[in-house]
């Protein structure tokens, strides 16, 4: 009887977990198909970027200057350092993070924060190194540094492009004409090589310099046909999401939005000026943007989606095909507060963070909180389609210990792969830089069974199934 009611309670226990949140899960339509919205993870502080890890964790960051790894299995957050030098004030803090495309073998985690030199505040970037075996980051290397900047208004968004140089956006920090001045760093989205040098190719030689007449960008996103996306902090009127050119002008602060008014006008022509695809006013305080473009949730093939703080709101931004328009969008989760970062996994789950401690708006208890959002009735198949998985070839197969994954032709863009068990689960992750058709697979740890492997690059996928001894 004992045992019996141990059991019970063990059962009874296990069960108080997982269902625990499902019972917390609301639901919203996106045409046809139904997306679930379920807390992940609470009681963070102002989480501030979201990234899909290599490892198949969501890598974080918290304002006051933690970074940590979240499990999307179990809602788990497995702390990895606080940054001592970290600024919070204000909107200042431990901001954007960005990891090497080439993790496996290149294990560097960027950041981007303000810090206080004297009694200045000011922000810069610098480079951790990641030891898997033990959780940890160490070995910080300023990449650069003693940037302007001020408790509003510092951006900040990291990406790495396929050529393995990094865009990092900078606000005005509050010094609007700075955000011309070609000689500042602020107000820009600057463009360095991962040593911190400038790269030989920037618009402007021997400037960190990609583009100017920014106020506050505080999204960045490159998607597979290589066009880069920014949304942006206006001031009381035009938020923008714009559509990032290297040499351009986005006019701020002479332009504010489009290119309406005479004055403005004049200026556009005059400076090269790029109007933004979409604006918004009233504001709604643009925040985190990403892509998306995943089976899970076809309404959204093809879009941006950007979360939104002053609106509470994420928002559907189709994309036409040439990716040079949004003629619409759509609103979805409104009522959580104010939403700061979003990712998506390759599953095509999106993940996001509520902003709700960073001292503008009231938050419940448990805030701040992480979501996933994602099609419980969307079943990922070993073969997304018969020709596709024909042009796969992996071998030996059946193999033990390494197998080799050859693709049709070289990837133009860099390659994620990874092994899934026959539950869905993916029991191996890694990435490929362009240019590569033969690609080893470390097969080490998986317990012998049928797997799929999946690569996909751009826009196309390829999948193949595989038999581990």
């Known amino acids: ?79 990895l350092l606080t940054v001592a030098d970290v600024t919070q004030t204000g909107e200042s803090g431990l901001l954007g993070m960005v990891l090497h495309p080439d993790f496996t073998t290149s294990p560097y985690v960027y950041i981007v924060y303000n810090y206080t030199e004297g009694s200045i505040l000011k922000e810069k970037l610098v480079r951790y190194t990641y030891t898997a075996g033990t959780g940890t980051l160490s070995a910080p290397l300023v990449l650069l540094g003693n940037i302007t900047a001020t408790t509003t208004h510092s951006g900040s968004r ?27 760093l602020n107000g820009k989205i600057l463009r360095l090589n991962l040593d911190g040098t400038i790269p030989a190719d920037n618009p402007t030689p021997g400037s960190l310099v990609y583009t100017r007449g920014h106020r506050n960008p505080q999204g960045l996103v490159r998607v ?75 309404e959204w093939s093809n879009s941006l989606l950007m979360v939104n703080l002053k609106a509470s709101k994420l928002l559907h931004l189709p994309l036409n095909a040439a990716g040079d328009a949004i003629s619409t969008e759509n ?12 990712c998506v996994s390759p599953q095509g789950k999106v993940y ?39 042009k796969l070839s992996v071998w030996p197969n059946p193999a033990q210990g390494t197998a080799l994954m050859r693709l049709p032709v070289a990837a133009t863009a860099p390659v994620q792969a990874s092994i899934v068990d026959a539950l869905g689960r993916v029991a191996y992750t890694t990435r490929f830089a362009a240019g590569q058709t033969d690609l080893s697979l470390n097969l080490q740890g998986l317990t012998p069974g049928i797997y799929a492997v999946r690569a996909q690059t751009g826009a196309a996928y390829y999948t193949q199934q595989l038999v581990v001894r």
Not at 230 to 256: A, C, K, M, Q
Request: glycine share 8%; proline share 8%.
């Open 1 to 79: 009887m004992k045992r019996f009611a141990s059991i019970t309670l063990l059962a009874a226990t296990l069960l108080a977990g997982a269902p625990a949140a499902r019972a917390q899960t609301t639901t919203f339509q996106v045409g046809a198909t139904t997306v679930s919205m379920t807390p992940l993870a609470d009681n963070l502080s102002v989480p501030w970027e979201l990234v899909w890890g290599p490892d198949n964790f969501i890598w974080m960051t918290e304002r006051g200057g933690r970074i940590s790894r979240l499990n999307p299995n179990t809602g788990q957050v497995l702390p």
């Open 158 to 184: 990291l990406l790495i492009l396929p050529d393995r140089t990094l865009l990092m956006t900078t606000g005005d920090a509050q010094l609007q004409p700075e955000a011309q001045n070609i000689n500042s």
């Open 224 to 298: 597979p046909s290589g066009k880069i996306y920014s949304s942006e902090h206006g001031p009381n009127n035009d938020d923008e999401v714009n559509l990032i050119e290297p040499g351009r002008n986005y006019g701020w602060p002479n332009v504010e939005g489009p290119c309406n008014l005479a004055a403005e006008q004049a200026f556009c022509a005059a400076n090269n000026v790029r109007e933004p695809l979409r604006v918004w006013t009233p504001t709604i305080a643009t925040a985190g943007l990403t892509y998306y473009n995943h089976p899970a949730i076809p």
């Open 331 to 342: 609103s979805y989760v409104t009522t959580f507060g104010r939403l700061r970062a979003i």
């Open 352 to 390: 996001l963070s509520t902003s709700n401690r960073d001292g503008r708006g009231g938050g419940a208890t448990n805030d701040d909180r992480v979501f996933v959002l994602e099609n419980r009735a969307y079943v990922s198949t070993p073969t997304q389609s018969a020709a596709r998985a024909q």
